[in-house]
């Protein structure tokens, strides 16, 4: 069975930082790529971040809005997927995703991905 958790998510006041986790299972971790997409009220799901491999040279992809504030990384031993979230604005408040895909597809858009997790909340306060 497939499956993607997230972890880590909570409450933060602007400025501050939070690293969000993503535990991979169920499929064979070095032949996708990971994305993490977030979702505020209201509003569309958009792409933050990827790693269009994990295994060959885990280029790293983010969004203009997120650009200098977020960093992704991997640990394929474990099979885990990380967020770095620092200088966090009220913007930043969704539900934080990771999602899987094709490594040669992963993009900034849902359809990139065939598997997602159930998402963590993140909340910064202004």
């Known amino acids: 069975e497939v499956q993607l958790v997230e972890s880590g998510g909570g409450l933060v006041q602007a400025g501050g930082s939070l690293a969000l986790s993503c535990a991979v299972s169920?499929?064979?971790?070095?032949?996708?790529?990971i994305g993490w997409f977030r979702q505020a009220p209201g509003k569309e799901r958009e792409g933050v971040s990827y790693?269009?491999?994990?295994?060959?040279?885990?280029?790293?992809y983010y969004a203009d809005s997120v650009k200098g504030r977020f960093i992704i990384s991997s640990d394929n031993a474990k099979n885990m997927v990380y967020l770095q979230m620092n200088s966090l604005k009220p913007e930043d408040t969704a539900v934080y995703y990771c999602a899987a895909g094709n490594p040669l597809r992963v993009g900034f858009h849902q359809d990139d991905y065939e598997y997602w997790g159930q998402g963590t909340q993140v909340t910064v306060s202004s």
């Open positions: 790693i269009s491999s994990t295994v060959s040279d885990g280029s790293t």
């Open positions: 169920g499929f064979t971790f070095d032949d996708y790529g």
